[in-house]
């Protein structure tokens, strides 16, 4: 008889015969055998330690078995579930089956039937666990693709501080691949086998930040109507992506310091101080020397966070990457659809996309290639339709110019809204530098900040 004795099967069913008859059977096979009455003790019991396959009966007071089973997979539990009622019928049955149970047994149950089913219900559980460990031990990451002396330069600088528990720091401009850095790093740091959470810290309002990145106890606020796990907590053990981190609120950046000098972490309406092992690596495509300058982001944190530094060029600074990019791109395309099957650039029209400013960096670049995959009369791109394409583009810029003198009535607003332009493009150019930029056109950096301020120009 094979070893089932590290195998915990749940026996819920509110019939105490019931459950005696289906433990005997079991415990006869080896497995290891625990009981349930109801529906709510069921699902505190899955809570206190998870089974490997769950025997559920139907019908039952108060909360019946399908309510469990909805409520299991509104939990995520991946555990198998077999359905066992004395009143079924065909309509019940593909109701469990829609809900993810595994199989449908009336009573009394047939033994073979049930055993036979519950060795089926494990087996199929151990293989999509065992494939779901061999999927996540193989790379989902892509590529970092390029040859240009700067890109060779990061991959060299990946490999010598992945293995480190060291911060890092990933500058450069929106659209340049800083998060694929990021997991790059993760990727073959010790730390691979861990979980990678990213966190835009932009995109989330900074009243939830917090909660975001610490969690919360039920009842911390309005809304908490359970306890929640924060990022820091998900990334135990593992690697912890702050994006944007230049945007985060100063009081967030107070209570992250702190998780950083601490290891620990404290949910938003609690006291317990909480242990974490993160590595955190921090990205941000402002100059946050200058918003410690602005009093935007604490030095402090700045130096926590900046150990080792990575930045990410913007595309017309690797020109040389931008062919094999735009190749990759399509071929990536090709894989996901028939659509774009048999397209491929010529030399020219290579040549050609690599003259292109690329102000949106890589990410327009991916958008240009799939737009020049969809649009092509044949199976090759040419520089015909690339120029094409950067004409489009250009006239865009011509219509905005032309708006700018039919928007504006009057010289001052014209000359206003003219300077905003202008240096808008002047901060683009030299990415966002604005010592830079200053010195570029020729003003103070303290004017060009009142400037700034003025026409509320921001990255």
């Not at 938003?268 to 590595?279: A, C, F, L, P, W």
Request: charged share 30%; with cysteine.
């Amino acid at each position: 008889m094979a070893d089932n004795s590290g195998i915990h099967i749940l026996v819920t069913d509110d019939e105490k015969s019931i459950r005696n008859s289906l433990r005997d059977i079991l415990e006869f096979e080896g497995y290891t055998v625990s009981e349930a009455e109801s529906g709510p003790d069921t699902l505190e019991r899955i809570e206190r330690q998870q089974p490997d396959l769950l025997l559920l009966d139907i019908k039952m007071q108060g909360m019946d078995g399908m309510e469990v089973l909805q409520a299991i997979r509104d939990e995520d539990h991946e555990f198998p579930v077999i359905m066992i009622s004395g009143h079924g019928n065909i309509e019940i049955a593909v109701k469990a089956t829609k809900l993810g149970a595994f199989d449908f047994i009336e009573k009394p149950p047939d033994l073979n039937r049930l055993l036979v089913s519950v060795r089926n219900a494990i087996e199929r559980h151990n293989l999509q666990q065992e494939n779901r460990n061999m999927r996540s031990r193989l790379p989902q990451v892509p590529p970092i693709i390029g040859e240009s002396e700067a890109i060779c330069q990061i991959k060299q600088t990946i490999d010598k501080v992945a293995p480190t528990n060291s911060r890092v720091l990933i500058t450069g401009e929106n659209g340049t691949g800083k998060e694929l850095v990021a997991r790059w790093i993760h990727e073959k740091s010790r730390r691979c086998g861990g979980t990678f959470v990213d966190v835009n810290c932009a995109a989330i309002p900074g009243e939830l930040l917090e909660s975001e990145l610490f969690g919360h106890e039920e009842g911390a606020f309005t809304g908490a109507t359970s306890r929640r796990i924060g990022k820091f907590e998900q990334a135990d053990g593992g690697t912890l992506f702050l994006d944007e981190i230049g945007d985060m609120s100063m009081d967030a950046q107070a209570k992250v310091l702190r998780a950083l000098q601490e290891n620990t972490v404290t949910r938003v309406g609690g006291t317990e101080k909480i242990q974490v092992d993160v590595r955190v690596i921090a990205a941000t495509n402002k100059e946050l020397v200058e918003e410690i300058e602005e009093g935007n982001f604490r030095e402090d944190l700045y130096h926590r966070i900046n150990v080792l530094p990575i930045h990410v060029p913007p595309l017309r600074k690797r020109r040389k990457d931008i062919p094999m990019l735009a190749q990759h791109y399509l071929r990536q395309l090709a894989d996901e659809d028939i659509v774009f099957s048999g397209i491929e650039f010529t030399g020219e029209a290579l040549e050609e996309l690599a003259t292109l400013p690329w102000s949106g960096n890589v990410r327009e670049l991916q958008n240009a290639v799939e737009r020049l995959g969809l649009l092509v009369n044949d199976s090759a791109i040419t520089k015909d339709d690339v120029a094409q394409m950067a004409s489009a583009r250009h006239t865009t810029t011509n219509r905005r110019e032309e708006n700018l003198i039919r928007e504006n009535q009057t010289f001052q607003d014209f000359k206003e809204a003219a300077e905003r332009l202008f240096l808008v493009r002047k901060l683009e150019e030299n990415d966002w530098n604005i010592s830079q930029t200053a010195e570029a056109i020729d003003i103070q950096r303290s004017h060009m900040y009142t400037k700034m301020k003025k026409y509320d120009i921001e990255r």
